[in-house]
């Protein structure tokens, strides 16, 4: 069963530009986690926020997480045409194992 | 380089095929998934093993056999598949259900 759904779907930016990503999920969490893919790679996990967090850092990403609204988001600030991927948002439903939304495909362009 | 390598990175089988795909983790990790990940389509959770043990299994058909000898390897036994299983199959870890994932670069499979 999906848990999360990423909003948008598609997002096109271009070098310099932040990019704001959306996650919304529908039971209780213990934590939230953010995923990049490259084209055809694996996984890489970015960041990981609990459910008594409310904002994370690092680097150029800042997390924020609203339990109420059951939704979170994903900001990098100063694109680069490097951070072309696609983002998944990742919830554990309480202890399980992990379930990824759709994705959301990030375009930079220089 | 993650800790999680994954063999072969393609294959190309027929129908009548069986092959099997590896997957090793170097991290001490407790947990172990398969992913199927299809063009346009959401990550499908495929099987979840804690701890050697099968934990999950998520309606996966038959033709795709797990299994986990040790918390190091898990294997996924291919056979009789279909022109629609052609995806990217994807190998993951965490210490702890739930926790931070892990994953290989995937196998890419084409079955003709």
């Known amino acids: 069963s999906q848990q999360g759904e990423e909003d948008p779907q598609a997002l096109s930016i271009q070098e310099g530009e932040n990019a704001t990503m959306n996650c919304s999920y529908k039971?209780?969490?213990?934590?939230l986690q953010w995923y990049r893919q490259n084209s055809g790679r694996g996984l890489v996990h970015l960041i990981l926020?609990?459910?008594?967090?409310r904002e994370k850092h690092s680097g150029r990403l800042r997390v924020t997480l609203d339990t109420s609204k059951k939704s979170s988001s994903l900001l990098i600030t100063a694109s680069r045409a490097a951070d072309t991927a696609s983002y998944f948002c990742?919830?554990?439903?309480?202890?399980?194992?992990?379930?990824f939304g759709k994705g959301t495909t990030l375009s930079v362009s220089s | 380089e993650t800790g999680v390598t994954q063999t072969p990175r393609h294959l190309v089988m027929g129908m009548t095929n069986k092959k099997s795909l590896k997957c090793e983790q170097h991290?001490?990790?407790?947990?172990m998934y398969w992913y199927k990940q299809s063009a346009k389509k959401p990550l499908e959770l495929m099987f979840v093993?804690?701890?050697?043990?099968?934990?999950e299994n998520n309606s996966v058909p038959s033709r795709f056999s797990p299994e986990c000898p040790n918390s190091s390897h898990l294997f996924l036994h291919l056979h009789t598949l279909q022109p629609e299983d052609s995806a990217l199959y994807l190998c993951?870890?965490?210490?702890?259900?739930?926790?931070?994932?892990?994953f290989g670069p995937g196998t890419r499979l084409l079955v003709l």
């Open positions: 093993y804690n701890f050697k043990e099968q934990t």
């Open positions: 990742a919830t554990d439903g309480g202890g399980t194992a992990l379930i």
């Open positions: 993951a870890s965490s210490q702890k259900l739930g926790e931070t994932q892990y």
């Open positions: 991290l001490g990790h407790n947990a």
């Open positions: 039971t209780s969490i213990n934590n």
């Open positions: 926020i609990r459910s008594n967090e």
